[in-house]
């Protein structure tokens, strides 16, 4: 390992004669952040099951790995939450993109993906695209939400999007720019909800309250929202004080950062336990959810798990955020639904008496949390799709490429 200024994790990619060793053609491929490494994973995977041969390298966290990718370098150092905060690794994340950017310009792949990571992606993609290579992101930004002009630098940029949201398709075609919808591949992945097994798998007693708390992934957002999330936690134990709490962790840097924030708060008393990853377990096994906006909302939906949304930035990063926003909501499910099915409690509002109370609300209610969970099977039915035939065959004639 090298410096931190975007020298390559290892030299084990591909070189201007590798293709002369394989006959499988080469696809960079780069992902940003835990939801992106399942995502990337799972496309890798299609394209395996399609009989399709390729050898994937580039950005890619531990799933990615475990499906077959070479990583070059690490993708915690893209995993940055907030534009005031992205300052502080810019230098970083510059150097990696103009590393892999050079690299992948001397010996040109088959074909470049961009998994998510839109404000890394979509300049890489525009440069190679120019260069002859074809590209293909998988996941729209999301320009139904906010910042509805980036629609150009997506059309600079790509080759193809693989859309995962069915409403997305319409939006494209009147762009001119191709794209497939696939289904979202998390719909296709998840098993169907099953609390009791999944209580059993977590060694749970079958007739106590269980609230998972879901501060974030990242590193950045995990430091941001522990506080709020375990001072909420205190709160909700004052009225229900039979209420337990999961948290599940995606690595060992999360866990050390939520047990730092634990032991600050002097709140090692409550009654919590930590899990080593077990969020889709987790999920099917509780009553109700905290959880900061983000992928995570999606995976409660698919799990028929209630919940509640919220999420704290900076100052200057929410008021850029608000200024470009397209729609009322940043959850997932509710902007699916088109309404607010799930409380979403943000920014100033975000306390813990506020939260504390929207989530003992929710476990009084019996009746609210159904139609919580009849809304998402309605939503999940519009997601699930044959979503690794839909990928692969979006794919084939670009790998085909050349």
Excluded at 271 to 288: E, I, K, T
Excluded at 320 to 329: S, T
Excluded at 358 to 368: S, T
Aim: net charge positive; glycine share 6%; with cysteine.
């Amino acid at each position: 390992m090298r410096s931190e200024e975007g020298n390559p994790v290892s030299d084990t990619g591909p070189t201007p004669h590798s293709s002369l060793l394989t006959p499988h053609p080469k696809v960079a491929i780069v992902a940003g952040e835990a939801s992106g490494d399942l995502l990337g994973s799972l496309l890798i995977n299609a394209v395996k099951q399609a009989g399709l041969a390729a050898d994937f390298f580039g950005i890619a966290g531990p799933k990615m790995q475990a499906a077959g990718a070479r990583s070059l370098f690490p993708m915690e150092a893209l995993s940055v939450r907030g534009y005031v905060e992205a300052l502080g690794s810019l230098r970083k994340i510059l150097g990696i993109r103009a590393a892999l950017k050079a690299r992948l310009r001397a010996a040109p792949p088959r074909l470049f993906i961009g998994v998510d990571a839109p404000d890394f992606n979509l300049s890489l993609e525009a440069d190679l695209k120019r260069a002859g290579i074809p590209t293909v992101h998988f996941i729209s930004p999301s320009i139904w939400a906010w910042r509805p002009k980036r629609i150009e630098k997506i059309r600079k940029a790509v080759s193809h999007v693989l859309l995962i949201f069915p409403f997305e398709e319409a939006l494209f075609q009147k762009a001119g720019i191709p794209a497939t919808y696939v289904g979202h591949p998390v719909a296709h992945a998840l098993p169907e909800p099953r609390r009791l097994q999944a209580r059993e798998r977590l060694g749970l007693p079958q007739d106590e309250e269980f609230l998972v708390l879901m501060p974030g992934s990242r590193p950045g957002e995990l430091k941001a929202l522990a506080k709020l999330f375990i001072e909420t936690a205190r709160e909700l134990h004052k009225t229900r004080p039979d209420t337990r709490f999961l948290i599940p962790l995606v690595n060992r840097e999360t866990r050390l950062l939520f047990e730092q924030a634990l032991y600050q708060a002097d709140a090692r008393d409550l009654p919590l336990r930590m899990l080593f990853g077990h969020s889709h377990d987790a999920l099917q096994a509780a009553d109700v959810a905290l959880i900061a906006s983000g992928t995570a909302t999606l995976e409660a939906l698919l799990l028929d798990c209630p919940h509640v949304i919220t999420y704290k930035v900076p100052w200057l990063t929410w008021h850029i955020m608000k200024r470009q926003a397209m729609l009322p909501w940043v959850g997932l499910p509710n902007i699916m639904a088109g309404r607010e099915l799930v409380p979403e409690i943000l920014q100033n509002r975000a306390t813990p008496e506020n939260l504390a109370r929207a989530l003992g609300k929710l476990l009084a209610d019996a009746d609210a949390r159904q139609a919580q969970i009849d809304e998402f099977r309605i939503q999940r039915a519009r997601l699930k799709r044959d979503t690794p035939r839909l990928i692969a065959q979006a794919l084939r004639p670009l790998l085909a490429h050349g």
